[in-house]
């Protein structure tokens, strides 16, 4: 009876070890969507800044990275001695600016934004297989100046977040649109898309800031 007891604990033991073990891995793991939502929370709250008038560009040291042949295959130049910006990087002032940081610069949604005074360009670190970006950021310059971040933290394609369609609407406001993903949504399709209006100061320290969104649908 002693031995069947000590037999039957042993086994329980070790379930335990191996179960616990992979429920103690399971919850360590982020959920995929749920760790993409968090790029998009601002939107949830009334819109405050967080740029800053003479700021400095966010450094993309500590993002992820991507490979060589990802870059190469999706034909994303790296900045190795901050070379002179070509069509799809930028002007010849915010391009190098942006690598100085860290980022990889392109052209949002493959076009240029550039107008009255106003430049927006994107800034990488990393893009998907299908050569979308991950770990992305769109960047205001003002007169050549760098004014700030249309969102406070670095963005994934089709994830929550995410930003779409950019306007300069003047030489003192601009719009962008964000994807909302609810749990459910699948990478195509948002549930809903909120649009973000800037108030551009402009002068020697230009700054942007958000004022106001809107949800679209």
């Known amino acids: 009876m ?42 949830d709250r009334p819109m405050q800044g967080w740029n800053s ?28 001695g901050l070379p002179a910006a070509t069509p799809n990087q930028g002007s010849p002032l915010a391009g190098p600016s942006l690598s100085r940081a860290g980022w990889r610069p392109y052209l949002h949604q493959d076009r240029a934004l550039a107008r009255l005074g106003i430049e927006i360009i994107g800034g990488l670190t990393d893009m998907t ?14 007169d050549g100046r760098f004014a700030g971040t249309l969102a406070p933290a670095p963005m994934t394609t089709a994830r929550d977040g995410a930003v779409g369609a950019v306007r300069i609407v003047s030489d003192t406001a601009l ?28 002068g020697q320290a230009p700054i942007v800031t958000p004022v106001s969104s809107q949800t679209l649908r």
Do not use: M
């Open 2 to 43: 002693k031995v069947g007891v000590t037999r039957t604990a042993s086994i329980l033991v070790a379930w335990l070890r191996i179960n616990g073990f992979a429920l103690s891995l399971l919850l360590t793991l982020p959920a995929a969507h749920g760790l993409a939502q968090s790029a998009g929370t601002w939107l």
């Open 129 to 142: 297989q299908t050569c979308e970006p991950v770990s992305f950021n769109l960047f205001v310059f003002v």
């Open 53 to 80: 008038a003479g700021g400095a560009i966010p450094s993309a040291r500590s993002l992820p990275v991507a490979s060589s042949a990802t870059l190469e295959r999706c034909k994303v130049a790296a900045p190795p």
């Open 175 to 202: 719009t962008a649109e964000f994807a909302r993903y609810a749990a459910s949504d699948s990478e195509c399709c948002p549930s809903s898309r909120v649009k973000v209006t800037y108030r551009i100061d402009r």
